[in-house]
């Protein structure tokens, strides 16, 4: 298996951490949302039925998860920097040796996949939730707390919170309103318009 990234994947293929720029005027947070939500409302559907595909294997499923690559093979463009390091990851994963019936919440799937990129070079909290978050779509088990990573902790701290994993309920309603795994996009890709 090759995880040196030929492609990856473009921002408009798929939902990325690259700020929105939009008419200044039009900057109320109700407005954000209102945008995010015309823009990537749909943005994970298709990508729980590719990292969700229950015809798979758990192992199976891990390899996808890691291997970054979405069905066209065009790579995540959260993960092209450190697609060299990504099978590692993998393989690191597999000796651990968890399955699915180890896993209680999406809390539980991250703090492992965590523990795994802690212990590989190079990868870090981005990949960790990215990974985290197509096992769960596989488990179907979602989020339930705002994960602050990259992207998505710049736009937090425009509102005043900080903090690694935060309680939905502790951002403004219209963020609230769009749901854990939501809220950490819109964070990272309207954060330099809050």
């Known amino acids: 298996m090759n995880l040196i990234p030929q492609k990856c994947q473009t921002k408009k293929q798929i939902s990325s951490c690259s700020s929105k720029k939009i008419d200044s005027n039009n900057s ?19 990508e729980d ?24 093979e065009k790579m995540h463009s959260h993960q092209c920097r450190v697609a060299h390091n990504l099978k590692l990851g993998l393989k690191v994963s597999l000796a651990d040796n968890i399955q699915p019936n180890d896993f209680k919440d999406f809390e539980s799937v991250y703090s492992w996949v965590k523990s795994v990129t802690d ?16 096992l769960g779509a596989w488990l179907n088990i979602q989020p339930t707390m705002v994960y602050l990573h990259a992207g998505a902790a710049e736009g937090a701290k425009k509102l005043g919170i900080k903090g690694e994993i ?14 854990a795994t939501h809220a950490e ?4 890709i309207y954060k330099n318009l809050l």
């Open 166 to 179: 935060v309680a939905l309920n502790d951002f403004p309603q219209e963020i609230q309103n769009l749901g």
């Open 28 to 46: 109320n947070l109700a407005s954000l949302v209102a945008d995010y939500l015309e823009q990537y409302g749909s943005s994970y559907d298709i």
């Open 49 to 72: 039925r590719w990292w969700g595909d229950k015809n798979i294997t758990w192992s199976e499923a891990l390899a996808r998860a890691w291997r970054s690559r979405f069905e066209n």
């Open 185 to 188: 996009n819109f964070l990272c």
């Open 119 to 134: 212990r590989v070079r190079g990868l870090g909290a981005t990949t960790a939730y990215d990974v985290a978050r197509r």
